[in-house]
């Protein structure tokens, strides 16, 4: 069985969940501008509960989330400021913590019709500049199309850090899984494979449909002859339909107890998952679940 690294939850909810300033559509950026000690705080619980890895909390330093406005004034060194307060609280820890960066979806999550190469590359590199010095690893979130996903292939060239790409997934356990774009979950495997890509992550997406995510990473690398880490942050939202704007409302969660989610993540392991954690409504009382686990097989 695969080494087994606990990754942290969501942000976003987190920083919801203890109080800090959050709202559409700034979202988890208000508390990076307000109160960056809330950003701080909500690391060091995820840190407290077994975490390895915290991601930073640059998800919402995008246009989409600022405003243009705001974006072009802040944007860049709101993401570096977010990457030094991850790397501060880490740097503090006892033990071993990496920081990985967060490269969010210019246009909105769960929107590749709204995906525009030239301009998402564009942000992307400012983020990734904005970040690198105080990260670990590159996580690409919330990748909803094949056409995301090259672009940033072609954009980890400029870092020499482990990237990941993490795509997401539709949000429905009776089909084949496939991306939000309706792209086939294989071809976009069969891509990373192609371009030699460390790893791929399932993230932002119910835990319901991870699995069947697993099994045809396992099938197209088998048929390939290459292997892809494998990484998961489902979420515990309500399913998402195609066409979700984001910023018109505050997604419902279905607040999954952290046993729950451990029963999803055990077969996610058995699968081959190797990196495992939460994304939106993953608290640290999930992630201490996990990480209980975790020390429950290097004893076995």
């Not at 969010?104 to 990734?128: H, M, N, Q, T, W």
């Not at 996610?268 to 190797?274: E, F, K, Q, T």
Request: with cysteine; aromatic share 8%; charged share 20%.
């Amino acid at each position: 069985m695969v080494r087994l690294t606990i990754l942290d939850g969501g942000m976003g909810r987190e920083l919801e969940r203890i109080g800090a300033p959050f709202s559409q559509p700034l979202w988890s950026a208000q508390a990076l501008i307000e109160t960056p000690h809330y950003v701080k705080q909500a690391h060091q619980a995820f840190i407290d509960a077994g975490a390895e890895i915290i991601t930073v909390n640059s998800y919402a330093c995008v246009p989409f989330h600022l405003g243009e406005k705001l974006y072009e004034e802040q944007g860049a060194s709101l993401a570096g400021k977010a990457a030094r307060l991850a790397h501060e609280v880490a740097s503090q820890s006892e033990r071993k913590v990496l920081v990985a960066g967060s490269l969010p979806p210019v246009f909105g999550s769960y929107r590749p019709d709204l995906f525009e190469a030239k301009r998402g590359k564009a942000v992307s590199i400012e983020l990734l500049n904005a970040q690198d010095e105080y990260v670990d690893l590159w996580l690409a979130e919330t990748v909803a199309s094949t056409s995301e996903a090259k672009m940033y292939a072609e954009l980890f060239s400029l870092t020499d850090k482990p990237a990941y790409i993490c795509f997401t997934l539709q949000d429905e356990e009776d089909q084949p899984a496939t991306l939000r774009s309706g792209e086939s979950l294989e071809d976009a495997i069969a891509l990373l494979a192609d371009i030699d890509a460390k790893g791929v992550f399932f993230n932002c997406s119910i835990p319901e449909v991870i699995e069947q995510a697993i099994e045809v990473v396992n099938h197209v690398t088998n048929q390939v002859g290459k292997s892809l880490e494998v990484g998961v942050f489902a979420n515990s939202f309500t399913p998402i339909k195609s066409g979700h704007k984001a910023n018109a409302s505050i997604q419902t969660v279905r607040h999954f107890s952290p046993q729950e989610y451990l029963v999803f993540a055990k077969r996610w392991h058995a699968l081959g998952a190797s990196i495992i954690g939460g994304c939106c409504g993953i608290e640290p009382r999930h992630i201490y679940e996990l990480t209980k686990w975790k020390q429950s097989l290097s004893k076995g």
